[in-house]
């Protein structure tokens, strides 16, 4: 979709009073309606900050990545919607302990396997972004798990709701410097 279709495509949803602003198209990704920007929306809130510096630094790898594919003129695989949403739906239910279908190899592989590989994609332009430290860091988040592995992990330890909630207040608070 160009730009002008997008925006043929809101201003539709606007004079159709389904929508009373961009701000209400809740895509996964979408151009910002008033800053010239992209939203990542996809993602649930991560637990540590560096978790969410590693995502952001990595999104910003990939959109750098294909902005250079495109101006080199060339070209890319594009997938069909119903594949994307079945990805989407083993992500959201299994998260990164699940498989993901790959849709180059027409079968099931580990969803590490293809972060891996996404990280593998966007190595070229990690240093030009000066963000390896930050990706280096979704390692990490392999290592020891999302926030959720993390959260059921101590929820299957304890059973305790109170202690899930004091994990995550812990977690939100690692690797910040709270003293004023």
Request: aromatic share 10%; net charge negative; hydrophobic share 40%.
């Amino acid at each position: 979709m160009s730009i002008g279709e997008y925006d043929n495509y809101v201003n539709l949803l606007v004079k159709t009073n389904c929508i009373d602003n961009a701000k209400k198209i809740w895509w996964d990704i979408r151009l910002h309606p008033f800053f010239p920007t992209i939203e990542f929306r996809i993602c649930d809130i991560p637990m540590r900050a560096d978790e969410t510096i590693a995502l952001t630094a990595l999104m910003q790898a990939v959109v750098v990545k294909l902005y250079r594919i495109i101006r080199q003129k060339l070209s890319f695989r594009l997938y069909r919607r119903a594949l994307i949403a079945e990805n989407k739906f083993r992500a959201s239910r299994y998260g990164i302990n699940g498989k993901l279908i790959d849709f180059g190899k027409r079968e099931e592989v580990p969803t590490t396997d293809l972060i891996h590989e996404l990280l593998d994609f966007v190595d070229d332009v990690i240093d030009d972004l000066d963000s390896r430290e930050e990706i280096n860091y979704v390692h990490k988040i392999l290592e020891m798990g999302t926030g959720s592995d993390r959260q059921l992990r101590v929820w299957e330890q304890s059973y305790d709701l109170k202690n899930v909630t004091d994990y995550i207040i812990d977690e939100t608070h690692t690797g910040l410097d709270l003293r004023k």
